[in-house]
């Protein structure tokens, strides 16, 4: 019974020192998992609203509303790093030609480590086109 105690209480230095050795390994790859959830929802952000100004321009929106309608779209991203273009514009759309509405977004990586790992804004981009109709 001694024995057994005196292995136990020689243990406990071990387990601090493996634990001290894992638990950052362990939290980046959570905040890992995490950031990849970030960039997921904004590509996906940007992905829908280049689709839903491109629909608005294939119907003859006019550019402002489509400008519009894509800042709705993508209201949780902060709009001081989002850019869109547009091509062509509402007075060069004829029937049957494609509109294209280009979304692009720069997204802030929050851990200083990951920002060396990729570029620091991470860079999204999505556009879709449709024919005017």
């Given at each position: 019974m001694n024995t057994l105690r005196r292995i136990l209480e020689e243990s406990r230095g071990q387990t601090l020192v493996e634990m001290a050795l894992v638990l950052p390994l362990l939290l980046m790859l959570l905040w890992g998992v995490v950031e990849f959830g970030r960039i997921s929802h904004a590509y996906l952000t940007i992905t829908?609203?280049?689709?839903?100004?491109?629909?608005?321009?294939a119907v003859?929106?006019?550019?402002?509303?489509?400008?519009?309608?894509?800042?709705?779209?993508?209201?949780?991203?902060?709009?001081?790093?989002?850019?869109?273009?547009?091509?062509p514009s509402s007075e060069n759309r004829f029937t049957g030609d494609p509109m294209e509405v280009e979304v692009s977004y720069e997204l802030p990586m929050t851990l200083p480590l990951w920002g060396t790992a990729l570029s620091n804004p991470f860079p999204l981009e999505s556009s879709a086109v449709m024919r005017v109709e």
């Open positions: 829908h609203a280049a689709r839903e100004g491109a629909r608005m321009g003859g929106a006019e550019d402002d509303h489509i400008e519009e309608a894509i800042r709705q779209r993508a209201a949780s991203l902060s709009e001081d790093n989002l850019s869109l273009e547009i091509n």
